[in-house]
């Protein structure tokens, strides 16, 4: 589930990606959700901070991950009802044990809604593994981004970073932003992708154009998505995104099928800056549809669902878009294909109906440990890593960025033994952990 991806193959290896089902995409995403419950209801039994709750949570949430993706993709099925009996056994654990202590542990923090900094997090996180993991051959080809249409992890990643970053950003409060603060809030942006593509060129560091283009590359489609979406959020209250949303994704798929479609798909010599960059800049209607969508849902989340105690009310609200999204997706991808490259129609409401599926899982997650800890007993509800990886979230996938194109240049990467491969996934994503936490501990928030 990758964003940038700093690639030791050449383009003809990227282009033979013709992923995999739906089904086994959601499959890799299961068991890292059933892990984030496992680990808090083990940290919660157990009392433990500190140095051996990062080592817990390292164990049995991030350590799964990178198996999940490389060796363990093949039994992903076993490893999913195994997670799950583990799970409802500390559950049990968790039942008996309150009701014969209330003494409290470690207290989460509650600005935020629990279960979508855990949705946030597990997006963030198993992509910036993947950035780096698919550049060995222990990561199955299937996994990686698609050439034309099909469904993929890579592929799913890039929507889902946007939903899940834009699902709590202050606009779900209906905050309209002044122009100039929405100018200076895309700057950052505009330089991450300036200083890529500079260190892309002169490094000559290998990058398939049927991603983005010549010049450029998701920074300057983050640029325009932020952009544009916080005018359009400048017009309107925030309840009304939902309608912009569709809307603009209606007009998408239009442009797509008059002239776009055939423009991006097609071989032809990139002779001008349009051409050399159609992928990027063809595709940004419709990451600006993922962007307002995700900032309606996370209002909705906010006004109706974080405190309430309508659980039925909340439960019925998550059936009824995924009931709506899933049908809307399903048929879409019998007329146009999902297409990730091209971020059509079908592509968005996949990864609307994934985002909201997750949201829901956490969500029921959540219910399931407040039942068996009881109102006495209270437990964490998010990870520390992952708190911590959401309160520098962009530096983290910088970070993940950065590693990834020094172990490149460093290592022949597809020519490494998977053992090995496997120690340096581990390697690259403990230290990144580890950052993540010093820098949250120490209340270091970087601004970038």
Known sequence: ????????????????????????????????????????????????????????????????????????????????IVTFILYMSLLVLAWQQSRQSKQKVCKTEEKRIPFITNARATINI????????????????????????????MDLGVGLYIFANSIVSPECLNRKDSYNKIVKSCIPLFILGLLRLLFTKSLDYQVPTTEYGVHWNFFFT??????????????????????????????????????????VMNNEPRTNFFLANKEGISSVLGYVSLYLFAVYFGHILKEEVFGSTRVYANIRMFITYLSIIGIL????????????????MAYCFWVIFVGILAAFIFYLGELLQKFAFGKQYNFIRC?????????????FFLLGNVFTGMINFILVTRNIEDSIALTILLLYISILAIIMCILYTNKVKLKV
């Open 329 to 344: 997706s399903f048929f879409c991808n019998m007329k146009f294909g999902t297409s990730r490259r091209l971020t059509n």
């Open 222 to 263: 983050l640029l325009l998505t932020k952009c544009i979406s916080s005018l359009i959020i400048r017009t309107a209250h925030v309840k009304q995104m939902g309608i912009f949303s569709i809307l603009i994704l209606i007009v998408h798929e239009f442009l797509l099928q008059i002239y776009f479609q055939d423009i």
């Open 126 to 153: 198993i992509s910036v593994i993947a950035i780096l993991a698919v550049d060995f051959r222990i990561f199955p080809r299937r996994f990686a981004k698609t050439s034309t249409f099909g469904f993929s992890l």
């Open 383 to 395: 990870p520390y890593i992952y708190e911590a990886v959401n309160f520098n979230s962009l530096v």
């Open 1 to 80: 589930m990758a964003i940038e991806e700093g690639k030791n193959m050449n383009v003809d290896d990227f282009m033979k990606s013709n992923g995999t089902t739906p089904l086994e995409t959601l499959s890799l995403i299961i068991p890292s959700i059933l892990g984030v419950y496992m680990s808090t209801t083990l940290v919660s039994i157990l009392k433990i901070e500190g140095t051996w709750q990062f080592i817990t949570e390292f164990i049995t949430l991030l350590v799964p991950i990178v198996l999940n993706v490389t060796i363990f993709s093949p039994y992903i099925k076993g490893h999913i």
